[in-house]
C-alpha cells in the first residue's frame, strides 16, 4: 500500500478540559499517513486519481478549527473518520498533539491507527 501523508497540519481550536483552555484557541498539530493506490494517478498524471491532500487539509482545517473538543482523542477519533469516509482511504495514522501542554516537553499526544493497513481504498 502507498501512503500519502501530511505532516505537521497547525490548526487553532478550542481543544482541553480546564476552563482556560474552554476560552482561548490554542494550537494542535496533526500528522496524517493514509493509505492509498498512487498507481493509476501516476500512470496517468491525473489529480483525479490521486488522494488529494490540499482537499483533506482544507476539510480538517475547517472542521477542527470550527468545533471545540474536551480531548485530543475525541478529535482523533473524529478527524479520522472524516478522512476515511469522505476521501475514500482505507487505512490511516493519525497523530495529534498539543506543543506547551506540559511543561518541559515539545509537545504531548496521541496516535491512532483506523481501517485496514495494505488494503487499497
Known amino acids: 500500500m502507498d501512503i500519502v501523508f501530511i505532516n505537521d497540519l497547525r490548526i487553532d481550536t478550542i481543544i482541553g478540559i480546564y476552563d482556560w483552555e474552554r476560552e482561548v484557541k490554542q494550537t494542535v498539530s496533526l500528522t496524517l499517513e493514509m493509505g492509498h493506490d498512487i498507481r493509476q494517478a501516476a500512470a496517468t498524471d491525473d489529480i483525479a486519481f490521486a488522494l488529494n491532500y490540499k482537499s483533506v ?16 482523542e475525541t478529535m482523533a477519533e473524529q478527524a479520522a473518520k472524516i478522512v476515511m469516509t469522505e476521501f475514500d482511504v482505507s487505512w490511516v495514522r493519525l497523530s495529534v498533539s498539543k506543543p506547551g501542554a506540559l511543561r518541559g516537553s515539545k509537545d504531548v499526544g496521541i496516535r491512532i491507527e483506523r481501517g485496514i493497513r495494505g488494503v487499497s481504498g
Open 57 to 72: 487539509g482544507k476539510r480538517l482545517i475547517k472542521f477542527i478549527g470550527e468545533s471545540e473538543f474536551l480531548l485530543v
